[in-house]
């Protein structure tokens, strides 16, 4: 009977904290409603480093497809052309469209990064095809974070 009841009043605690930790978030978010202008695009953490992460590993592929030796077929092209696209997908979850966020770097940076890849698509569209804007893409990562 004694272990019942302290398994009865752990689901209890489980329950209260629970309850308690998804109220904090509404709050919070409730707050962030009321505390932020109407035209503030609040990023949380958990957006903003599952996008930059993704970013990273889109240039790193970005990079890998264009060190590979030889010219540039068809097919890599192609490769090349799925990767800018997939960064511009990426980045739309943090797109601000000139709007102040959280992250001032991101609001500083975005756009223009969104317009390298923009530019570095039409290149490769172009007749004959232009690789050049490709290499300033992943170099513009340096813009906010360096070369540490």
Not at 88 to 96: E, F, G, N, Y
Not at 121 to 128: E, M, Q, R, S, Y
Request: charged fraction near 20%.
């Amino acid at each position: 009977m004694a272990g019942e009841m302290q398994r009865a009043r752990q689901v209890l605690i489980t329950l209260l904290v629970s309850s308690a930790l998804v109220a904090c978030a509404n709050v919070a978010a409730l707050v962030r409603r009321h505390t932020y202008p109407p035209n503030f695009q609040y990023i949380t953490r958990d957006q903003l480093h599952s996008t930059m992460w993704q970013l990273a590993d889109s240039v790193h592929a970005l990079d890998a497809v264009m060190r590979q030796p030889g010219p540039i077929d068809e097919s890599r092209r192609a490769d090349i052309e799925s990767r800018l696209r997939a960064m511009l997908d990426t980045t739309t979850v943090l797109q601000s469209d000139g709007r102040p966020t959280n992250h001032p770097l991101l609001t500083e940076h975005l756009d223009r990064f969104r317009r390298d890849v923009t530019l570095a698509l039409a290149g490769i569209k172009a007749d004959p095809p232009n690789y050049y804007l490709v290499g300033s893409v992943s170099g513009a990562c340096l813009t906010c974070h360096g070369t540490d």
